[in-house]
């Protein structure tokens, strides 16, 4: 019997989210997704990708499902999210495109999702909840803390090390070796050459801190 998936989010993220378990449901009959709940009330009843917007975050146990995956691309919220459904006994899935790459030795945390192009090479070990975005690549034996962001296009050297709840921004690049930590921002387009303590926003190549997050 398959695995219905009910994705959290029906934003652009989330239908993202969906082509990939839609893909992913091509090859195999193993998980099938059945819709997704966004408290965006405008959504309610609407087709997207073939899938219904069932109703609200809160009414998701009304729905006949038996796993979530969290599709909400900002990470607070993501992992705000997870959390509240974990607590309630949801089980998660992880999304991976099937032209994503993954490297059999590298370990994937629960719920998280990997998009088309998306390269992981051996050692790596990407966290719970996080988000490998369209086309990135995470090199050899890296470490990406849950909850976190590897946009679309960025590049991480090997031996990297990204903390809980960090954005690496779109086309971003860490150099190999270097720490990022957690619940930083790396703008769009840096380049991480040297560590970067927690919760700051650095931007640029090389990458400046620009200020701390809260
Ligand atoms: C770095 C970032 C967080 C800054 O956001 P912000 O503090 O709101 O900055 P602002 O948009 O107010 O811009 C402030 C200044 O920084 C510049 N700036 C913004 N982002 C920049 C970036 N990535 N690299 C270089 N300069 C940048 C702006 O041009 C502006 O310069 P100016 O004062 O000379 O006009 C944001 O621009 C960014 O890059 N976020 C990552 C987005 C992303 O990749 N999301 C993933 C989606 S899938």
């Not at 009414?59 to 969290?70: G, K, N, R, S």
């Not at 999702?113 to 390269?119: H, R």
């Not at 720490?179 to 700051?200: F, H, K, Q, Y």
Request: charged share 15%; hydrophobic share 45%.
């Amino acid at each position: 019997m398959s695995t219905r998936v009910i994705i959290v989010g029906a934003g652009g993220h989330g239908q993202v989210v969906a082509d990939i378990l839609l893909q992913m449901a091509a090859y195999s009959a193993t998980l099938r997704p059945v819709g997704y709940v966004d408290d965006d009330a405008s959504l309610a009843g609407r087709q997207l990708l073939g899938l219904p917007v069932l109703g609200k975050v809160t009414d998701i146990v009304a729905f006949e499902h038996d796993a979530v995956v969290v599709a909400i691309g900002d990470n607070r919220t993501r992992r705000t999210l997870l959390m509240t459904l974990q607590s309630q006994g949801e089980s998660l899935v992880t999304a991976i495109h099937p032209r994503a790459v993954v490297a059999s030795s590298a370990v994937i945390g629960a719920g998280a999702v990997l998009c088309a192009g998306v390269i992981v090479n051996p050692g790596a070990s990407i966290g719970v909840n996080v988000i490998v975005n369209t086309g990135a690549t995470v090199d050899h034996h890296n470490v990406i803390g849950d909850h976190a962001h590897i946009a679309p296009g960025a590049h991480l050297g090997g031996d990297v090390t990204i903390g809980e709840g960090t954005l690496i921004g779109i086309g971003a690049v860490v150099m190999p070796q270097r720490r990022v930590g957690a619940w930083c921002t790396v703008g769009a387009g840096g380049v991480v050459t040297r560590d970067l303590p927690d919760r700051v926003v650095a931007i640029g190549a090389p990458a400046r801190i620009r200020r701390t997050h809260a």
